[in-house]
């Protein structure tokens, strides 16, 4: 009788014990030492409303699966953490909700962590509703983790990430100890935002394990999550490990492909993938053995090589678990690729990577490619891949390939807004009908704004500055006012270098009588943020000093987080030679231009270079423009290159860069570096319908990668032809050359 009684009164303070769970609401972070350091199972801590500055979090204990220790808000978004501040969690049912991580940077390798330190990991413990908005390191080549899991069975969803721009992972499951791996984490319903071109390795939105444990299972769940417009780098996902499930997944106009790159056993199914036209948007890419592809849906795809809608690739014979390993019993079945540009098998085919794809499947696949172009490539052989059931509605498949190609090819779009065929004899082939394609309101919070689509030149409504260069300054710097600054005709003379530090366009008359004359080594310099355009502007450079490394653009010497962007149209640049190196656009070290744009313009007397783009000298993979594209423009006696761009190393991370110079005169260009365009690991090179005369050649210098390089419909008098020199490569010059006419004496 008395035992049963002491038993009643332990199970009675038991069921008390949740109503003795403290709530603390603290305002400093000397009050949250204080608390941290006694929390038990069932506290919750609440943070007040308000900046938090320089606050590295730590929240560790045991709590229980009835009883978790709780850290939030006092609204969910109202507790913004800035400067140099992170979070880390140990223990186990540890909650974390309600935290804003923007205006600053983390001091440390990762903004959240799920351990304290490396003995403390954080077991069953969940980091919800939480924003991390540019929360990035100013040097973009300093790395860091916005995200790190450890431990096991933890949950990370609905969270906002958007804006890394500097190196590294936004969310990494790390398997580096026994006690990370088999894991059970579960991401879900989070929202990745645009991450930015990093132009560089170390721009995955998200990678599980790392080739060091390429051998281990990680057992992750990554389901009905937004991947908008993640274009840090060619793998969006990177998967470095096996028996891990990505489901339900909508990719959103990003910029490289979902990558099985380690690990065997993982589970591709029921993504949505839509492209929406833009360049190098990708899909799934196979490497290793037993992966699964299924009842997965690509449309406006234009990524080909290893950004293919589908790609399998081509292994190293008995492979290491962390260099390539062959495909081998891959099951690729009831996936819908429409509109897109490329499937490729064999990918990767090389002296090395040598064996093919073996004792696979490919099945009930609805194949839709884009007419014209060869939709279906094979780089290898195929009889080790069983293909059954397949239809191809559109496109051409390589000849080893005899996909069934129906009679009646009708689309029709679902309820889902995916597309599906009308004819009944192909209801089983592609993906299902009871596909979900997630709405942006079903991931990461909905008290925090996810971005508009980036903003254009031009969109806003002209304000007219007066014939002062005051007036021209002034306005430039004013955040508050209109983008679009129309200036009146005369001559406007700088008396200091303009920062440009948002979007800028500038607009003169349009019969050329607005001049700007810069009494300074540098007119604009971009900073964070910047972009600029400049129209119908007479840009003279006849007043400027004799400096060294002048330039009419020039980037800020300290490191630009995010990327920039340039145009030019018709704009008249002259008079740059007051010394021997001045330049119309220079970049510096750790920038990167999204786009660099020249359109019927005109470029006399140049000392310099008219785009220097080769800051980036150290051999890494970086470069400092992403597309430049130079189209009816006139160049005469520039002493320089018209475009000199840099990208070294041996680094396949990257898309570009991508050069484009159609339609323009180069007369007299080049001849104090040698070379009219000096163009060196470019990965899209198109030079066509040009007139070079009397200029140094183009010379292009072919790195790693797949480059590919086409000059063609160009005039070449009095002017060498193109130099194209192979560096990695021991074949011939990867170059498409026709209907080029050479006459002259220089010519051949
Ligand atoms: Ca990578």
Same mark, same amino acid.
């Given at each position: 009788m008395f035992r049963a009684l002491a038993a009643w009164i332990v199970a009675l303070c038991l069921a008390a014990s949740p109503a003795m769970a403290e709530e603390y609401f603290v305002e400093t972070q000397a009050e949250y030492e204080q608390v941290a350091g006694s929390v038990v199972a069932g506290d919750t801590i609440i943070l007040a409303d308000g900046e938090w500055r320089d606050f590295e979090i730590v929240l560790q204990g045991q709590g229980r699966e009835e009883a978790p220790i709780t850290l939030t808000a006092e609204t969910m978004g109202g507790v913004i953490l800035t400067g140099q501040s992170n979070l880390r969690i140990g223990g186990s049912h540890l909650v974390v909700s309600g935290l804003v991580f923007r205006d600053g940077h983390s001091p440390t390798g990762e903004v959240i962590a799920f351990r304290v330190d490396s003995e403390t990991l954080a077991f069953n413990s969940r980091v919800t509703q939480v924003v991390i908005d540019h929360f990035s390191k100013p040097d973009r080549f300093d790395s860091d983790y916005w995200v790190a899991l450890y431990g096991r069975n933890n949950r990370f969803d609905h969270n906002h990430l958007v804006g890394k721009t500097n190196a590294g992972v936004t969310l990494a499951v790390r398997l580096n100890t026994e006690d990370s791996r088999e894991n059970n984490h579960r991401i879900d319903h989070n929202y990745f935002g645009p991450r930015p071109n990093l132009g560089s390795n170390g721009g995955e939105t998200l990678r599980i394990g790392t080739s060091h444990f390429a051998e281990f299972n990680s057992n992750t769940i990554v389901e009905n999550n937004i991947f908008d417009r993640c274009n840090g780098e060619v793998e969006i996902i990177s998967v470095k490990a096996g028996g891990n499930l990505v489901r339900g997944n909508l990719f959103l106009e990003s910029r490289g492909a979902l990558t099985l790159r380690h690990g065997d056993g993982n589970v591709v199914e029921r993504n949505v993938f839509l492209g929406n036209g833009v360049d190098h948007t990708g899909g799934i890419r196979v490497i290793n053995r037993r992966q699964i592809v299924r009842e997965n849906y690509m449309e406006g795809l234009r990524g080909d090589g290893f950004a293919s809608a589908l790609t399998v690739m081509n292994g190293v014979p008995n492979s290491p678990a962390n260099r390539y390993v062959e495909v081998q019993f891959a099951e690729i079945e009831n996936n819908s690729i429409h509109d897109s540009d490329r499937i490729t098998f064999g990918a990767g085919a090389d002296a090395e990577r040598s064996v093919a794809p073996s004792d696979s499947t490919f099945g009930n696949n609805l194949l839709a490619g884009r007419a014209g172009a060869r939709f279906v490539e094979v780089d290898a052989p195929v009889d080790g891949i069983r293909f059954a059931g397949n239809a191809l509605l559109a496109g051409e498949a390589a000849p080893e390939l005899s996909f069934a190609k129906p009679a009646d090819t009708r689309l029709e779009r679902g309820a889902?807004? !995916?597309?599906?065929?009308?004819?009944?004899? !192909?209801?089983? $082939?592609? =993906?299902?009908?009871?596909? *979900? $394609? !997630?709405?942006?309101?079903? $991931?990461? %919070?909905?008290?925090?704004?996810?971005?508009?689509?980036?903003?254009?030149?031009?969109?806003?409504?002209? *304000?007219?500055?007066?014939?002062?260069? =005051?007036?021209? @300054?002034?306005? @430039?710097?004013?955040?508050?006012?209109?983008?679009?600054?129309?200036?009146?005709?005369?001559?406007?003379? @700088?008396?200091?270098? @303009?920062?440009?530090?948002?979007?800028?366009?500038?607009?003169?008359?349009?019969?050329?009588?607005?001049?700007?004359?810069?009494? *300074?080594?540098?007119?604009?310099?971009?900073?964070?943020?910047?972009?600029?355009?400049?129209? +119908?502007? %007479?840009?003279?450079?006849?007043?400027?000093?004799?400096?060294?490394? +002048?330039? $009419?653009?020039?980037?800020?010497?300290?490191?630009?987080?995010? +990327?920039?962007?340039?145009?030019?149209?018709?704009? !008249? %640049? *002259? +008079?740059l030679d007051i010394n021997r190196d001045f330049d119309v656009i220079a970049f510096g070290p750790s920038t990167l231009a999204d786009r660099v744009d020249i359109r019927n313009s005109t470029f006399e007397n140049i000392s310099g270079s008219v785009v220097s783009a080769i800051a980036e000298a150290d051999d890494q993979g970086r470069y400092n423009v992403e597309y430049l594209d130079i189209s009816g423009s006139t160049f005469r006696n520039v002493r320089g290159p018209v475009a000199e761009v840099y990208r070294g190393g041996r680094d396949e991370s990257t898309f570009g860069p991508h050069i484009l110079i159609s339609g323009s005169t180069l007369e007299a260009v080049g001849a104090g570096a040698g070379a009219s365009l000096e163009l060196h690991g470019t990965q899209r090179t198109r030079i066509l319908g040009n007139h070079f005369l009397g200029s140094a050649p183009v010379a292009i210098t072919h790195t790693v990668g797949t480059p590919r390089t086409v000059v063609a419909d160009n005039r070449f008098q009095n002017t060498p032809a193109p130099a194209i020199v192979e560096r990695e490569c021991a074949c011939a010059p990867r170059v498409e050359m026709r209907d080029n006419s050479f006459d002259g004496e220089a010519g051949e």
């Open positions: 889902n807004g !995916l597309l599906y065929p009308v004819d009944p004899a !192909l209801a089983a $082939v592609g =993906a299902p009908r009871d596909l *979900r $394609v !997630l709405a942006l309101d079903e $991931v990461g %919070v909905d008290w925090y704004p996810k971005p508009a689509p980036e903003a254009a030149f031009g969109q806003s409504e002209m *304000r007219a500055v007066p014939l002062s260069s =005051a007036a021209l @300054i002034a306005a @430039i710097g004013d955040t508050g006012e209109s983008d679009t600054l129309l200036l009146a005709p005369g001559t406007y003379v @700088i008396d200091r270098t @303009i920062p440009v530090e948002r979007m800028v366009s500038l607009t003169g008359s349009s019969n050329g009588a607005t001049i700007i004359e810069f009494a *300074r080594p540098t007119l604009f310099e971009l900073r964070e943020n910047g972009a600029l355009a400049l129209h +119908n502007l %007479v840009i003279d450079g006849s007043q400027a000093p004799d400096s060294s490394a +002048n330039a $009419v653009i020039r980037t800020a010497s300290v490191p630009i987080r995010g +990327n920039l962007r340039i145009a030019l149209g018709h704009v !008249l %640049v *002259r +008079n």
